[in-house]
């Protein structure tokens, strides 16, 4: 066992540093890799189907936290019809014209109307998985992920239902009837949100009498675990439970945040304050607290996701793969055109950009969950070989296909996806800096004299500004300089402060840190671009008698938070105040 975890973690690593060395998403090089293991070690992995999808079920909660972590509940209501038609309607629509149309493409199988739904109910949904793990590695408009990444949490939901409660009663030979569609639909909707708010509850309250940020961790995870079991149990939506508690929880947490006077409010009570009371308001997670939780299952995450893609390298058999592969490029052509169809409508309707279209089609890599549901199928299924087969091998094409041609597809088209960041992201950044100025207008006013952010103010956005480019995986850079004004004139501050105001976009930020030193931050430009931004500044005011401007510049990474980001705007702003004739230093 020793010797199995040794291997798993050096592929893993191995496939980082091929998406870090050469950009391929670790999801292909963790697959080639697990491949070339089971071939030169045959005996090292030997998982049969069961043990597959007893590893999965371990494994879905941690995969989808992270992710399910990082969704906002006010942008799923903002894009609630785009998401509901993707998740429910598209997947309905596609099962039902694969159904009416797959026995003129394959008229040598005799399959009834059972059988077809069990087979495209399989295909039809997304795996978030994959899609979390694809998505990641692009930089696109924050609104394309969002599609994409709650398309894939919520459309395995309609596909489960229809493949347990639809398709293999029909396959069994039970009668299936409209009303008892529609019970079986609003039972399952129903209990696993219950479900899952319910586990949210108990575990928040929990996490105020458990004050370790470790126990406080742990709880976390027993929240997404417990729900996904109890679902399970059931026979319910798992993963809609886990949805559900996910952001429940983070909902009660950052109502908490939010609301910084739960100390007044308990010392105004009386001293017959009831223990319910009292519970609630005892103060939870701290909001660097979350952030630090957030994190954390993000690399949890990393880990349980190469262990699923080893495991299913570990299950194909090749030899059967090849005695069906007619009928595995056959589906697999056939349901790509039916994905982009039901894309297609939705952007030509919406009137956003065609090549959203081709983004959201490759983007549906199907995954793990298709394969657990095609061992789901009855044991005395006469297709259950083939159908076992054309999942696998569908899975398989949709992972490097779909991912190898999004890779071409958003580097060819990288610049005009890049102003589509700008265009379809602005609107948003607006509205959340609306919202910082309406959440704490009354104690935080922007510097008299220079018009910048206050250091209160600006570490928030900061925060926040990470948060967003560590998501969507979009640029941020960020700069700090210090002027020297050997006349200690303010109006030199003034006229600064106008020359950045005017060298800056609208969705950057401009703060002061402290009476000396001020910061930029930078949305969607790469450490070059602030570099020119800063030699931009320098120039413009060297006319200036008796005043230098000294610049420490840096980006973000993955890893960053406000404090490494500070640490290294003050390193590089120390060797550029050195007098060595540089007056803009990087740091990275």
């Given amino acids: 066992m020793l010797t199995l975890m040794t291997f798993l973690l050096i592929i893993i690593l191995i496939s980082r540093i091929t998406e870090e060395s050469i950009k391929i998403p670790s999801t292909l090089s963790l697959i080639v890799y697990a491949f070339i293991l089971s071939y030169f070690f045959p005996n090292m992995m030997n998982i049969t189907n069961e043990e597959f999808d007893d590893i999965l079920y371990l494994m879905l909660p941690i995969i989808l936290l992270p992710d399910v972590l990082n969704l906002s509940i006010d942008e799923l209501k903002k894009h609630s019809k785009e998401i509901f038609y993707l998740a429910f309607v598209a997947v309905i629509l596609s099962i039902i014209v694969a159904v009416f149309i797959t026995p003129y493409i394959l008229p040598q199988h005799q399959w009834n109307i059972g059988i077809l739904i069990a087979l495209f109910s399989m295909l039809m949904a997304t795996d978030a998985i994959t899609v979390a793990s694809i998505m990641s590695k692009f930089k696109l408009p924050k609104r394309l992920k969002i599609y994409a990444e709650s398309e894939s949490l919520f459309n395995d939901v309609t596909a489960l239902i229809i493949f347990y409660f639809i398709a293999i009663p029909l396959i069994s030979g039970n009668e299936v009837t409209f009303l008892s569609i529609n019970i079986t639909l609003f039972k399952v909707l129903f209990l696993s949100i219950i479900i899952g708010i319910a586990v949210a509850g108990l575990g928040y309250l929990s996490t105020k009498i458990l004050?370790?940020?470790?126990?406080?961790?742990?709880?976390?995870?027993?929240?997404?675990?417990?729900?996904?079991?109890?679902?399970?149990?059931?026979?319910?939506?798992?993963?809609?439970?886990?949805?559900?508690?996910?952001?429940?929880?983070?909902?009660?947490?950052?109502?908490?945040?939010?609301?910084k006077n739960v100390i007044a409010k308990i010392e105004s009570k009386s001293q017959d304050v009831s223990l319910l009371e009292h519970i609630q308001n005892i103060t939870t997670i701290t909001k660097k607290g979350f952030k630090e939780h957030q994190k954390e299952a993000i690399f949890i995450g990393i880990f349980a996701n190469g262990i699923v893609f080893i495991i299913i390298a570990n299950i194909i058999n090749f030899e059967t793969l090849k005695l069906y592969y007619v009928e595995i490029l056959t589906i697999f052509v056939f349901t790509t055109l039916i994905r982009f169809a039901s894309i297609f409508s939705m952007i030509k309707t919406m009137k956003l950009p065609?090549?959203?279209?081709?983004?959201?089609?490759?983007?549906?890599?199907?995954?793990?969950?298709?394969?657990?549901?095609?061992?789901?199928?009855?044991?005395?299924?006469?297709?259950?070989?083939?159908?076992?087969?054309?999942?696998?091998?569908?899975?398989?094409?949709?992972?490097?296909?779909?991912?190898?041609?999004?890779?071409?597809?958003?580097?060819?088209?990288?610049?005009?996806?890049?102003?589509?960041?700008?265009?379809?992201?602005?609107?948003?950044?607006?509205?959340?800096?609306?919202?910082?100025?309406?959440?704490?207008?009354?104690?935080?006013?922007?510097?008299?004299?220079?018009?910048?952010?206050?250091?209160?103010?600006?570490?928030?956005?900061?925060?926040?500004?990470?948060?967003?480019?560590?998501?969507?995986?979009?640029?941020?850079?960020?700069?700090?300089?210090?002027?020297?004004?050997?006349?200690?004139?303010?109006?030199?501050?003034?006229?600064?402060?106008?020359?950045?105001k005017k060298k800056i976009r609208v969705n950057d930020y401009f703060g002061k840190i402290n009476n000396e030193q001020y910061i930029i931050l930078t949305s969607n430009t790469s450490i070059s671009g602030a570099v020119v931004l800063a030699e931009k500044i320098i120039q413009k005011t060297e006319t200036m008698q008796n005043i230098e401007l000294f610049?420490?510049?840096?980006?973000?990474?993955?890893?960053?938070?406000?404090?490494?980001?500070?640490d290294k705007l003050e390193d590089a702003l120390d060797r550029a105040m050195l007098d060595d004739g540089e007056r803009v230093e990087i740091e990275v």
């Fill in 211 to 259: 004050k370790n940020p470790l126990d406080q961790f742990i709880i976390l995870y027993l929240i997404v675990i417990i729900s996904f079991l109890l679902a399970e149990h059931f026979h319910i939506a798992g993963i809609l439970s886990i949805v559900a508690s996910v952001l429940t929880f983070k909902t009660f947490v950052l109502h908490e945040i939010n609301h």
């Fill in 354 to 500: 065609m090549k959203w279209s081709y983004t959201l089609t490759f983007a549906g890599s199907k995954g793990a969950l298709a394969i657990i549901m095609s061992h789901s199928l009855p044991n005395d299924f006469i297709y259950r070989e083939m159908f076992m087969a054309i999942i696998v091998g569908v899975v398989l094409l949709s992972t490097f296909i779909y991912t190898i041609i999004l890779m071409f597809h958003i580097y060819k088209s990288r610049l005009s996806y890049a102003q589509d960041i700008l265009i379809y992201d602005k609107n948003e950044d607006k509205n959340v800096s609306k919202n910082y100025v309406h959440n704490i207008i009354d104690i935080l006013e922007k510097d008299a004299i220079t018009g910048a952010y206050n250091s209160t103010f600006i570490e928030d956005i900061l925060t926040k500004e990470l948060a967003r480019s560590q998501r969507y995986k979009t640029d941020l850079s960020i700069l700090t300089f210090k002027i020297v004004d050997k006349t200690e004139d303010k109006k030199h501050l003034i006229v600064i402060s106008e020359i950045i």
């Fill in 551 to 566: 610049f420490g510049v840096t980006q973000m990474s993955d890893t960053d938070d406000t404090g490494s980001i500070y």
